[in-house]
């Protein structure tokens, strides 16, 4: 075995408890679920959608009677930190045992915020990753028992079961980052009359994040453990495959891009840090989180679209293997060392988001190139993205990045 392959086969993996019902009448065992949680006082976490616009609640509340003792439906996109604490109130003074987030990102994420406050009875800036300048951050250990989750899905997102959150702050940061790996699910539910509920629009947002993942995972394929490669070539396969047919409302296809999620959060536990996977996709997401916090309105799945590319143009030379394995997903073999490769990928990767319905600039958005600045100084305060300050070296590369996705040159 040689040094290359001797160090991919060098890792530590974990694996969490975790119960996933999936198809026809997976909502059903919802209530075996609580019985064995021992929980009888649930509550209910939603957005205001959910609650009126759909039958998921009533019939959440009819299959586990007895077991509900109230409903929250006030998250927002992008779980602000003020409807986080309002419900973390209401479930104190319901003394809850159990929370039930029903939704897509904002309500997962916003769920496990709720539970670590409840559990270490702190302000959210106590319990936030601290980040200090020019020193990578640290994320706060937060030891206090948390109550269970159950997640019920209406869109595929890799926040169905980690352990990992962020909320919207207005304050002196366009976010707050939490981790307490007790606050991960007991079970997830992909049911179709779950997932039927949510609207095309927001159904193909959160699965493009999904399906954006997958490629971009698929640049760092050849430098992971055999674990993570697997996780990793089938969550792509499943995505690339479902995300069209999402368009026929497809439940089959929804989920199976449930299940691409899932198999990217196995990726991470299997050590594959899947956000910080390469210098690209680090690059694309923090600065698609800095435009969804800090322009309200703009999804991070439309960052996603439009900062890939542009990225992969500005520092695609500095990995080309990274690069070159985008390529071969992409369906193009041109050798690494090819000065056009990084153009080539990119205008393959602006034809594919294209065909998918996704813009891949933000010139129709209300932003100016005087807004790059302030981008590029959120991008680089997201731990997942950069944790070890890589992306302070490139912050030069980009800032360009972003500028010619706001303005196209």
């Not at 707050?176 to 039927?196: G, I, Q, Y």
């Not at 989920?255 to 390469?278: H, K, V, Y």
Request: hydrophobic share 45%.
């Amino acid at each position: 075995m040689n040094d290359h392959d001797l160090a991919r086969h060098t890792f530590d993996a974990r694996n969490y408890p975790l119960r996933i019902h999936s198809g026809t009448g997976a909502l059903a065992a919802l209530p075996k679920e609580l019985e064995r949680l021992g929980a009888s006082r649930a509550l209910i976490l939603c957005g205001r959608s959910v609650r009126e616009k759909t039958h998921l609640v009533q019939r959440i509340e009819e299959l586990c009677a007895g077991r509900i003792a109230g409903v929250f439906a006030g998250i927002s996109e992008g779980a602000p930190a003020e409807s986080i604490e309002e419900a973390a109130r209401i479930a104190g003074e319901l003394n809850a045992d159990a929370l039930i987030p029903i939704g897509a990102g904002s309500v997962i994420k916003g769920g496990r915020v709720v539970a670590m406050l409840l559990g270490e009875g702190r302000p959210l800036l106590e319990l936030a990753t601290e980040h200090r300048n020019d020193q990578p951050p640290v994320s706060r250990r937060l030891m206090a028992p948390k109550i269970p989750i159950l997640n019920v899905l209406t869109a595929p997102t890799s926040g169905q079961n980690r352990g990992g959150s962020a909320v919207r702050y207005h304050g002196t940061a366009h976010h707050l980052e939490f981790f307490d790996p007790k606050t991960r699910p007991h079970a997830v539910f992909w049911d179709p009359e779950a997932l039927a509920t949510a609207p095309l629009s927001l159904m193909r947002s959160t699965s493009f994040e999904v399906y954006w993942w997958a490629l971009m995972c698929m640049g760092a394929i050849d430098t992971v453990n055999p674990l993570v490669q697997s996780s990793r070539k089938h969550a792509w396969t499943l995505a690339y495959d479902a995300y069209p047919r999402l368009q026929n409302g497809d439940a089959a296809a929804q989920i199976d891009l449930c299940a691409a999620a899932l198999l990217q959060n196995r990726d991470e536990e299997d050590g594959g840090r899947p956000w910080s996977s390469q210098l690209l996709a680090r690059a694309a997401y923090a600065s698609s989180v800095a435009l969804f916090n800090g322009f309200p309105g703009v999804t991070q799945s439309r960052g996603y679209a439009a900062f890939g590319p542009n990225m992969v143009r500005e520092l695609g030379a500095l990995v080309p293997q990274v690069t070159y394995n985008l390529g071969l997903a992409l369906g193009i073999d041109v050798a690494a060392t090819n000065p056009k490769l990084p153009e080539l990928v990119a205008d393959a990767m602006t034809k594919l988001f294209s065909d998918l319905g996704w813009p891949t600039s933000l010139a129709d958005c209300d932003l100016a190139i005087s807004d790059a600045p302030k981008l590029l100084k959120f991008a680089v305060r997201n731990y997942n993205a950069n944790h070890d300050r890589l992306l302070d070296r490139h912050s030069d590369a980009i800032l360009r990045g972003i500028e010619r996705t706001i303005k196209p040159i």
